[in-house]
């Protein structure tokens, strides 16, 4: 029972910092039987600096998964027996990992090595699921007891390069513990529930330093309280005996957490000064106990999450001993901004509550009727331009206007970018190619799932990368008219570089049918990769952002009766060019469904 209970908290642990999570032994490519080693084909000649070039650059994890493990940060071991050494890559050439001699690293040898020495993982995965990780956006890497049995050690943890957008969650101890974090820096949790938190510069990948928190115990309070930030983060505890004015005192950045109970009589009302922003309401229950975090930045009070209150009556979390809420990879210097997970007891019960920016939100559960969430990473399925089913979802490709599209491997793979397609028009002018997401026979996401009446929170989420900034008209859509390009009365919205419309950055457009308003959207149009996430959380309101950018906002009612799709476009301007785009990753989440 105690290994199933900190199964479920860790996971929910997990769950709250990422959207998935990556295990350090499942990337020890070389040194776990189920992970082939990388083949030399052309080694150096003499101890030195040298460049050594590899059979291929990608190997084939035990699920299936292709990956190219090579990067900067990643240490390796190279050669056999006596023969062997470790070190690390300076430099690393890999256009095409999955072609043969293309991939090759420039190090510092000692030895001299030739055809056939194998090249393996000196972290034993750890750094390269770390690298996996970050490279997804964010994500949570698993120690296990595997990990330590191939050779990993304590060093190798403190060692490796930790981004801000990757968390550790190291349950490899024999003593059922969980740690989260590494070195001193960790918080670790017993069997038994018992938290040990030291100061935790490190801890749950975010930036800055986050310690316990200093708890004040304000006794019973009515009228006027001023709570005093000089101690820094810190808790206020308290019983409301009456009516509650707040008001917040200190200087420089901090957090605090209003703790507060009904007292037996109930129905006592606590009003935030001007400072405060998005306060929630204390539940009037007598006895009612509820609690708030604000973000102070020196002059105002921030609640995180805004306008809610986590109270006693809440869906409980793990049953543990009672301790102090503490918190993981909160920035000193930007909480309002920051990554975050927060452990919160209330009568010793812990729970992850806070859901603000960068904080992950609610856990994945494969039994929640409420969530439909579907993600492309074309590591798997067919790739080529005859598949009408490819990639893990079965995407549909044609072309736009006459001439056959072309559909293969991503022109432009590497350490980030391990898997994806390239779509490709047809030379001839004005013609392209579309993909789409279909869900059987032209029926599509039905558009009441974005009416006022029936709305219901999406976010569509695109990796990609263009060929070319010119002689290009690119569309990234989830709407109706997904096979014609510029879709003048399509339902829906879509991003859009279109050089004929003489475009020289990111356009928005939202349709109900009409043309739409183009709306320049902040980021860089390049050939390099880049993320557009598209997000409705309103009826009647989307957003677009460019790699983490500021987001734009597009007001624009949509009704029902229409079939949508997510799709993707890309053709020539009316020359005779090709133009492609690089697809590595499609996400699409849909939220608040009401089934049975």
């Known amino acids: 029972m105690e290994n199933v209970k900190r199964l479920v908290l860790f996971l929910a642990c997990a769950a709250a910092l990422s959207a998935q999570s990556y295990t350090a032994a499942d990337y020890a490519y070389g040194t776990s039987p189920s992970v082939p080693a990388l083949a030399v084909t052309a080694g150096n000649v003499a101890p030195g600096a040298a460049r050594v070039t590899l059979s291929y650059g990608v190997i084939s994890l035990a699920n299936g998964q292709r990956f190219a493990p090579l990067s900067t940060n990643a240490p390796i071991i190279i050669g056999n027996g006596a023969n062997a050494e470790t070190v690390t890559p300076s ?75 990757v968390s550790l969650f190291d349950i490899s101890a024999s003593d059922g513990s969980v740690k989260i974090g590494r070195g001193a820096a960790a918080l670790q949790i017993a069997q038994n ?149 927060k452990w919160q007891t209330i009568g010793g019960i812990i ?81 392209g190619a579309y993909m789409t997401l279909l869900p059987g026979s032209g029926v599509g996401f039905p558009s009441v799932m974005w009416a006022s009446a029936t709305f219901r929170a999406t976010t569509y989420e695109v990796q990609f990368r263009l060929s070319s900034t010119s002689n290009i008209r690119m569309e990234i859509g989830f709407g109706q008219r997904y096979n014609s390009l510029a879709p003048a009365g399509m339902v829906g919205c879509y991003l859009r570089y ?24 902040a980021g860089t149009v390049d050939t390099t990769p880049h993320r557009l996430r598209f997000t409705t959380t309103s009826a009647g309101t989307f957003s677009f952002s460019i790699d983490g950018g500021t987001a734009t906002t597009i007001s624009q009612s949509i009704s029902a009766g229409t079939a949508m799709a997510p799709y993707i476009h890309i053709s020539n301007d009316g020359t005779s060019t090709t133009s492609s785009i690089d697809v590595y990753k499609v996400a699409i989440q849909v939220q608040n469904l009401s089934v049975n």
């Open 498 to 521: 279109d050089t004929t419309l003489s475009d020289t950055g990111y356009m928005a457009l939202c349709s109900n049918g009409g043309g739409g308003t183009p709306t320049s959207v």
């Open 351 to 431: 729970t992850l509550t806070d859901a603000g920016s960068g904080c992950g939100g609610s856990g994945f559960n494969p039994f929640d009727n409420s969530t439909v969430s579907l993600v492309e990473n074309f590591c798997s399925g067919g790739s080529s331009s005859s598949n009408v089913n490819t990639g893990a979802l079965g995407w549909t490709f044609a072309v736009l206007g006459t001439g056959t599209p072309t559909v293969g491997v991503a022109a432009t793979l590497d350490a980030n970018h391990i898997c994806g397609i390239k779509l490709a028009g047809p030379a001839t002018t004005s013609n």
């Open 193 to 341: 529930g018992n938290l040990t938190v030291p100061s935790c510069t490190g801890c749950g990948g975010g930036s800055g330093t986050s310690t316990p928190w200093v708890q004040t115990s304000l006794g019973t309070i009515s009228g006027a309280v001023t709570l005093n930030l000089a101690s820094g983060n810190q808790i206020f505890t308290g019983t409301l005996g009456g009516n509650v004015t707040l008001t917040v005192i200190g200087a420089g950045d901090a957090s605090f957490e209003l703790d507060f109970v009904q007292d037996a009589i109930g129905g006592r009302m606590v009003t935030y000064d001007a400072s405060f922003s998005a306060g929630g309401t204390f539940d009037p229950t007598a006895s009612q106990r509820c609690m708030q975090t604000f973000n102070w930045e020196g002059t105002a009070g921030l609640a995180r999450p805004a306008n809610a209150m986590t109270c006693l009556n809440s869906t409980p979390g793990i049953v543990i001993p009672g301790s102090p809420p503490y918190y993981l990879g909160l920035p000193s210097a930007s909480p309002t901004n920051g990554d975050c997970a």
């Open 91 to 165: 430099s690393i050439t890999c256009p095409t990992p999955s072609a043969y001699g293309t991939c090759s690293f420039v190090a510092t040898f000692a030895n001299i090595h030739g055809n056939g020495d194998t090249v393996r993982s000196a972290t034993f995965g750890l750094q390269e699921a770390i690298n996996a990780a970050s490279a997804g956006s964010a994500g949570a890497v698993i120690i296990t007891a595997s990990w330590l049995a191939l050779g990993g050690t304590s060093g190798i943890i403190t060692a490796a390069t930790l981004p801000a957008n």
